[in-house]
């Protein structure tokens, strides 16, 4: 009889870092503080399915952010990260010095009580989180007539 081999077919993606923010800020407070500490120019988007959404492009260092409310008006996002206030997605080659450096910056910001890096691996469907952001991403851009370039290196 044949031998049947199952394969793992999910892997972490390599061109994202996600990263959890506990904190006692309103959604536009926190982006404005993360503008100020860490340089950046995090801009508010239409709401992702009910989910506050800021997005920021960095082309220096070859990097999109997206910050995300965990916390909508009925439900969690990502219920796996319940105690999670917001997301800090990452897009792009991030090291892990960079991780560290971010993570120290993040904490020093008055009122956040935690800020930590997530394994992918926790969170039951992060593909389907990936691919609805990205959608709603490209919708946003669409309405909006802008054209999206993918970032070069």
């Known amino acids: 009889m044949a031998k049947k081999i199952f394969l793992e077919s999910r892997s972490e993606p390599t061109l994202f870092t996600i990263f959890g923010i506990s904190c006692h800020l309103k959604d536009f407070r926190l ?22 959404f800021y997005f920021c492009r960095d082309e220096d260092h070859y990097n999109s952010f997206y910050l995300l409310g965990n916390r909508g008006p009925e439900s969690i996002l990502l219920p796996e990260l319940k105690q999670t206030d917001f997301i800090l997605l990452v897009e792009g080659p991030y090291k892990k010095a960079q991780k560290e450096q971010l993570l120290i910056k993040v904490r020093e910001i008055q009122n956040v009580l935690t800020a930590f890096d997530v394994r992918f691996e926790t969170i039951k469907n992060y593909e389907t989180l990936l691919a ?22």
């Open 31 to 52: 982006s404005f503080l993360l503008n100020k500490m860490l340089e950046l120019e995090f801009t508010k988007m239409d709401d992702f399915k009910g989910y506050s």
């Open 132 to 153: 609805d952001l990205e959608l709603h991403f490209m919708k946003i851009l669409k309405e909006a007539k802008i054209k999206y370039s993918p970032l070069k290196k």
